[in-house]
């Protein structure tokens, strides 16, 4: 048996409650803002979940990928600082869809789309972890919930609140006195770890529908525009401030539809700026252009400038092999998760760390009518109108792919 005097940090009543009430419910979901604590309460629950928990049947993590399952659940419970000796009880190699934890072996499922929910089709579990439950297709939870028939089988899920309509919230949050299930909300004020500091550059971070979600912790609608924050008379320069390095071309491929490929650099004060902007419309100049067309023309543009990435729409296929032929060795698969990216965007215009220069004329005009959809918001989905967003998806692609070169240098 686990004993909690092993873990080290300081534990809130209401984390502290959380985990003694978990074990008393079949579904237990922690909501609420970002950093607000409600990871570790869960992660140690599942730690005396797996202590405690039957011999029959398999003890489950689900996450979005395993990448996330990796990054939001196995490392800090692999992390000394939060679990003292027990991290030393979590073995996994990078990559593996198995772990040990407490000489347990645990299952990593990825639950990406609808196909996923055939992983576990005739499985039998007594535990499941998920990691973002609101990210998960709502079948394969379904499926998870079936799953789970061995005598006192549980699930323990955390999220971030999403949209008022989402299935979790209407058909389960909602639903808790009908359901054997147990919910805590948690804010900011509920991790007594947090320093005041680190509290105000978080909500910095955070802006419009995001901060209402991940720092208020309220299941709020994504409606109105996309971009509420965008003004060019902030966020549009005439002169390009001195650069000091330029990080990549982000592209979105059209044949039909326009073309669209922006310039991201990072400049000497510690920001990032579009510099500059190629489009193609076929509505405008007539001309259709195959991928041999577009890979010539875009090198032409590019000119001597040798950014470090050319990020590609990832359905793009056939025209990323054509700039592999043409000697691009620079390629890389944009990420593309659009409201991750989205609010990456939202995050650096409302902190002023991202600025356009006036020649990227479609990018300034695609802004302003950038607009959620009201249609995927009845249904619990975030979806932007796909209308006028091409380069608007090329500088997503930019900025969410090369995150992991920009931050460091970014003020």
Known sequence: M???????????????????????????????????GKTLSSLLALLFGIADAPSHGLVLIVGRTLQTIERNTLDPLQDPELFGSIAGQVQHTRGSTTATILGRTVHLVGASDARAE????????CLAYVDEATLLPEGFWTQLLARLSVPGARVLATTNPD????WLRT?????????DLAQWHFTLDDNPSLQPEYVASLKAEYVGLWYRRFIEGEWIAAEGAVYDMWNPARHVVTELP?????????VDYGTRNPFAAVQLAVTDDRRLVVTREWRHDPSISRRQLTDADFSRELRQWLGAERPRWLVVDPSAASFKLQLFH????????ARNDVVDGIRQVSSLLATDRLVVHESAEGLITEFPGYAW???AAEKGEDRPIKAAD???????????STEFMWRPMIR
């Not at 873990?7 to 909501?31: F, N």
């Not at 949209?163 to 989402?166: G, K």
């Not at 058909?171 to 006195?177: D, E, G, Q, T, V």
């Not at 043409?326 to 698969?333: A, F, K, R, T």
């Open 118 to 125: 055939g992983r576990i089709r005739g499985v039998t579990a």
């Open 373 to 375: 959809d009201d249609a």
């Open 171 to 179: 058909k389960f949050l909602l639903r808790s006195r009908e359901l």
């Open 2 to 36: 686990m004993d909690l005097d092993q873990v080290t940090g300081i534990l809130s009543p209401k984390q502290i409650k959380s985990i003694v009430e978990c074990q008393r419910a079949r579904i237990s979901v922690w909501t609420g803002a970002v950093r607000s």
């Open 326 to 333: 043409d000697g691009q060795s620079n390629v890389m698969d």
């Open 163 to 166: 949209s008022p309509a989402h």
């Open 390 to 400: 091409h380069s608007l998806d090329a500088l997503r692609y930019a900025i969410a």
């Open 242 to 250: 001195p650069i000091r390095q330029t990080l990549a071309v982000g």
